[in-house]
């Protein structure tokens, strides 16, 4: 009973300390539909559009499948590309701290993509 109330307490901790590691940041998950120098529009699961602004200290990283990320920069940013967002709230506003993307497979030549 003792080592089940312990195992219990250990998994417990470790669920509360990471529901407590983004603290105050949001998630934005989606396809990108529009970007600019300025900030990124990304679609959501729910097909609702969401604004995230693109500040000075954004990093950004290429995910290349299957498993390799590498820097990157804004202008890599493109239409259609997946992406991970990690952002802070300021106001009304989203600013993205980190935005992680993966690029769309390309068909393979002489396949059209469906």
Not at 53 to 58: A, C, D, H
């Amino acid at each position: 009973m003792a080592t089940r109330s312990l195992v219990l307490g250990v998994i417990l901790t470790f669920l509360a300390a990471s529901a407590w590691a983004h603290g105050d940041k949001v998630h934005v998950r989606g396809t990108i539909t529009n970007v600019s120098d300025t900030s990124v529009t990304v679609k959501g699961a729910d097909g609702k559009p969401v604004e995230v602004k693109l500040v000075k200290s954004t990093t950004f990283i290429l995910h290349v499948p299957p498993t390799s990320d590498q820097p990157a920069k804004a202008s890599d940013l493109a239409v259609g590309d997946t992406v991970v967002i990690h952002a802070t709230p300021s106001g009304d506003s989203l600013q993205a701290d980190e935005v992680r993307f993966t690029v769309p497979a390309k068909p393979a030549p002489g396949k059209s993509a469906s």
